[in-house]
């Protein structure tokens, strides 16, 4: 199994440093126990690729909140949302989430519905 790490770690068994949006692949038990210390996040087998786009992501909630504020300003409704999953997985800063969902409200009645303006 594998999991995208969320949180910088060094693996105890294998003393290898695994940085955020990198790959970490080991036993189901062995994943699940990382999840809990919230260091890796979904598993995924050799069907379920992770979004590619999540290392993008991820990269974005690193600083403080006023900085990743900054960072995140003009994405589209969907990129919020993919915000919001990953910083409930990761850091879960209620307030940080508060602003993604506002942010993402915004940002979906500036958006032409679905077919409009393409």
């Known amino acids: 199994m594998k999991a995208t790490v969320i949180k910088r ?10 940085n955020q949006g990198q790959t970490f692949e080991g036993t189901a038990d062995r994943i699940k126990e990382l999840q809990e ?5 979904e598993m995924f087998g050799e069907e379920e690729l992770p979004d590619p786009d999540e290392d993008r992501f991820v990269k974005k909630l ?8 900054l960072e995140v300003d003009g994405l589209m409704k969907s990129d919020f949302e993919k915000l ?22 915004m ?12």
Request: glycine fraction near 10%; hydrophobic fraction near 30%; avoid cysteine.
């Open 9 to 18: 770690f060094r693996d105890k068994h294998t003393k290898v440093v695994y």
């Open 37 to 41: 210390k919230k260091w890796v996040g």
């Open 62 to 69: 690193e600083g403080s909140i006023d900085e990743i504020k």
């Open 84 to 105: 919001i999953a990953l910083e409930e997985k990761g850091k879960n800063r209620k307030s940080l989430i508060e602003f993604f969902q506002t942010q993402a409200e």
């Open 107 to 118: 940002a979906g009645l500036a958006e032409p519905p679905d077919g409009e303006g393409e």
